[in-house]
């Protein structure tokens, strides 16, 4: 028999909601207690010591060590999805941040994985110039066929007339060097996970704007991204418990 009772010990994230209101419609079913469940659901992130309380219990978390659980985090399906989210949400943001129409802006997209390609999918229907820097070849070949130019990471030293630059790698690449070449009105949205890619203390006494870009689902597309939550959970548990 498929795990079917579930409990939401943190329900502070308003995702948690959404998620069990999808569980829910799917016939799935929320108790009070967590001695009454079957699996507990917990928040993104997860921190440890959330996973530490629930010792011995099936846990779905987003990260941190469970010895008896499952991170859907890493469900392929949720963080695709969850990809298309950020960019979403990142590009309702600059709208919400720029002085100017994104239309024919002059926009560098750093990193070209999930959310990157996303990304430049969302931007190329507003008519903007798109950039991308990455690393592998692979990720060049493919952002060159859907369209794009190309830089590697030394070319980011270099003076550009960049409108917008959107970071997506999870380790510093905007440092000194990177941001004094960058025009005063270039605005740069940082998505990477803390301490993110941009040394913010330089680009603050450079006079340049950079907006944290952290979170977006839960900020823009809250009922969704909560919504992939709960079907994470059932493609995970109907592949593991079937």
Avoid: W
């Amino acid at each position: 028999m498929l795990p079917d009772k579930f409990f939401i010990p943190y329900a502070d994230d308003v995702r948690m909601s959404f998620a069990k209101e999808f569980l829910v419609s799917r016939g799935y079913t929320a108790v009070d207690n967590p001695d009454n469940s079957d699996f507990v659901i917990l928040p993104v992130p997860t921190k440890q010591y959330m996973l530490d309380e629930m010792q011995g219990r099936l846990c779905f978390h987003a990260g941190g060590i469970c010895e008896y659980g499952f991170d859907y985090m890493k469900n392929e399906s949720y963080v695709l999805k969850n990809a298309f989210l950020t960019a979403e949400g990142a590009v309702s943001y600059l709208e919400l941040n720029t002085p100017y129409s994104l239309i024919n802006s002059d926009i560098l997209i750093i990193g070209y994985g999930r959310i990157g390609t996303a990304l430049h999918k969302l931007l190329s229907a507003y008519g903007a110039i798109i950039t991308v820097c990455s690393r592998s070849k692979s990720s060049e070949a493919l952002a060159r066929f859907n369209g794009a130019r190309h830089i590697g990471f030394d070319e980011l030293k270099k003076s550009s007339s960049f409108d917008v630059i959107i970071n997506t790698v999870p380790h510093p690449v905007l440092n000194e060097t990177e941001l004094k070449v960058l025009k005063q009105s270039c605005i740069i949205l940082d998505l990477a996970s803390f301490p993110g890619g941009v040394d913010n203390h330089v680009a603050k006494s450079l006079g340049l704007t950079v907006l944290n870009g952290r979170g977006m689902p839960s900020k823009f597309t809250v009922q969704t991204a909560g919504e992939l939550i709960g079907e994470a959970i059932i493609d995970i548990i109907e592949e593991e418990f079937n």
